[in-house]
Structure formats: C-alpha cells, structure tokens
C-alpha cells in the first residue's frame, strides 16, 4: 500500500503545475520523473554532476557555469526525492540513485561521460563507476561519502528511531533541517544565500519520507567494498576535500587513498563540506585540469 505520513511543511503536490516556473527539461524513466539540465556543444564528452544527501542540483550552479563557459557538455539533475525530480515510494538506496543515473544517460544517448559527484552523489558516482566501468572517462569526487559512515547530527540520529522516526520528522517540520544544512558551509554567509532554494524542495510531498528512508536504506553509511574495486580500475580519480568539512571531515579522505592509491588529492583551504561553493576560484580550475586530460 502506497500512502504518505502527512509531514508538517509538506503541503504542495509536486505535478506539471508546480514543475512550470523551475526551468530545465524532465525525461520520465522507470523509477519516476527526473528534472534535469543539459548544455553545452554536443560534440565534446558530456560531464555528469551528482549532488548530495538533500540539496538539489541548485548546489552546481556556479560549477555549471564554469564548465560551460570552459566549452564543455554539462549535465546536472534532481536525485529522486530532491528538487523537482519525483519521489516515488521505493528504497532509497544507492542502486536506485544509480538505475536513476543509468537510465538517465540512456534516455539522453549518452554513451560516455566523466563524472562529478559530490558528498553522497561522491558515493552515487563511484557506485556507478564500478557497475559501468566502461562509461567513465574521468571520476572526480568532492568531499564524498567514502568507506566509513557520514557522521549523522541529533536531528537525523533521532529520526531514525524505531516507531516514531515519522512523528521525530514530522514535529521538527522544515527550519531544523535547515539549520543542519548550514552546517555544511565554512562561511555562514553562504547559507543565507541558500537557505529560501533549499526549503522550497521541503514543501512538495514525499521530501521527508525519502530523506527518512535514505538514511534507513544505508546510503550514507560508507562502501569500503565499493573503493577497493574501484582501486582495481584504471579510471582517472580526482579527490577534492575542503579542510574545514565538519560533515565529513578531512580525514576520510585517507581511507579512500588507502584503496585507490592513485587518486589526486587537493585539499581547499577556508573550504567547508561544499568546496565548490565556497572557493570556485580554486575547485574550477583543478577540476576543469583533471577533467580535460587525457
């Protein structure tokens, strides 16, 4: 039986009326709805950028830009249960955001890409990298969940409570999530910036029951599996880590380079969980280097 617990925020329906004002184009794959921007000459090798844990495909801004304004093909989307991509009543695991990506590119006929994952869209990225080696050129990776769990916050520990995790989400309502997402920043500055994009998302139904079965699915908690196999590839691997990440701190950069001794670590400094947000003047060119070698 497919139903929703009636979440306190959640009081629009996310349908064609609502999609109308978001810009960018929506391809229906098997899974449900996904809201997707693409741009670009179409005969350079696209390059695919995954978001996180919750916020949508906003968070590339600046790095889209970057990209193709650089001359590259530039793809960004809604994960399910974000933004303006659908929230269908499944497992919210790495393998649907994987069938999502995979489909993705499919509808698209997009053969090839390189791809940006960052934080959990990091896990996303190289989860798909391992499945389908043979259509990633380049695998840039930026503050990602790696082989250990992401470190959850009071707000989300107490969500996951046998029997009342729905009433925990559904009492707290929009601001504390909110408030956890400012964590992610170095400059508070930027979460003022952020915060009005970031709740928009929160007001369709679905959002809080796929952020809850995230974090139910285990898709934070860390694939060690998955980097030692990615380690057995010969995809170039980029690492980009800001030094003051309190989400996923720093040091778990290290047991990623313990499994994939070849990838390229840079460390940003003055740089929260979001490094391209809060230094593209320093992420941009790194990432456009790796990404435009051969």
């Keep these: 039986?497919?139903?929703?617990?009636?979440?306190?925020?959640?009081?629009?329906?996310?349908?064609?009326?609502?999609?109308?004002?978001?810009?960018?184009?929506?391809?229906?794959?098997?899974?449900?709805?996904?809201?997707?921007?693409?741009?670009?000459?179409?005969?350079?090798?696209?390059?695919?950028?995954?978001?996180?844990?919750?916020?949508?495909?906003?968070?590339?801004?600046?790095?889209?830009?970057?990209?193709?304004?650089?001359?590259?093909?530039?793809?960004?989307?809604?994960?399910?249960?974000?933004?303006?991509?659908?929230?269908?009543?499944?497992?919210?695991?790495?393998?649907?955001?994987?069938?999502?990506?995979?489909?993705?590119?499919?509808?698209?006929?997009?053969?090839?890409?390189?791809?940006?994952?960052?934080?959990?869209?990091?896990?996303?990225?190289?989860?798909?990298?391992?499945?389908?080696?043979?259509?990633?050129?380049?695998?840039?990776?930026?503050?990602?969940?790696?082989?250990?769990?992401?470190?959850?916050?009071?707000?989300?520990?107490?969500a996951l409570l046998p029997g009342i995790s729905e009433l925990i989400l559904s009492v707290v309502g929009t601001e504390r999530m909110v408030d956890s997402f400012g964590r992610d920043f170095f400059d508070p500055t930027e979460v003022e910036r952020l915060r009005d994009r970031y709740r928009t998302q929160m007001h369709f139904r679905g959002f809080k029951r796929a952020i809850l079965s995230t974090l139910r699915s285990g898709a934070v908690n860390g694939s060690p599996e998955a980097y030692a196999r990615l380690g057995q590839l010969d995809t170039p691997i980029l690492l980009i880590w800001g030094r003051e990440d309190r989400t996923l701190p720093v040091e778990q950069s290290q047991p990623i380079l313990d499994r994939v001794p070849r990838a390229e670590l840079h460390i940003i400094e003055h740089a929260g969980h979001i490094p391209n947000v809060e230094q593209p003047g320093k992420v941009n060119p790194i990432l456009l280097g790796f990404l435009n070698s051969e």
């Design 1 to 158: 039986m497919n139903w929703d617990f009636i979440y306190r925020g959640e009081n629009r329906v996310l349908d064609d009326e609502a999609r109308a004002g978001a810009g960018g184009s929506y391809v229906d794959l098997p899974q449900g709805c996904t809201h997707y921007e693409l741009a670009g000459p179409e005969h350079t090798r696209p390059v695919v950028l995954v978001h996180g844990f919750s916020v949508p495909y906003f968070i590339w801004d600046i790095t889209y830009e970057a990209l193709r304004a650089a001359g590259r093909r530039v793809l960004r989307y809604d994960l399910f249960g974000r933004g303006y991509s659908d929230r269908p009543h499944a497992r919210y695991g790495i393998d649907l955001f994987v069938r999502q990506l995979a489909g993705l590119l499919g509808a698209l006929q997009i053969e090839q890409a390189d791809l940006v994952g960052l934080s959990m869209g990091g896990a996303i990225a190289a989860a798909f990298t391992v499945r389908y080696p043979g259509r990633v050129r380049h695998l840039a990776l930026i503050d990602p969940i790696g082989t250990e769990p992401m470190p959850l916050n009071m707000l989300y520990k107490a």
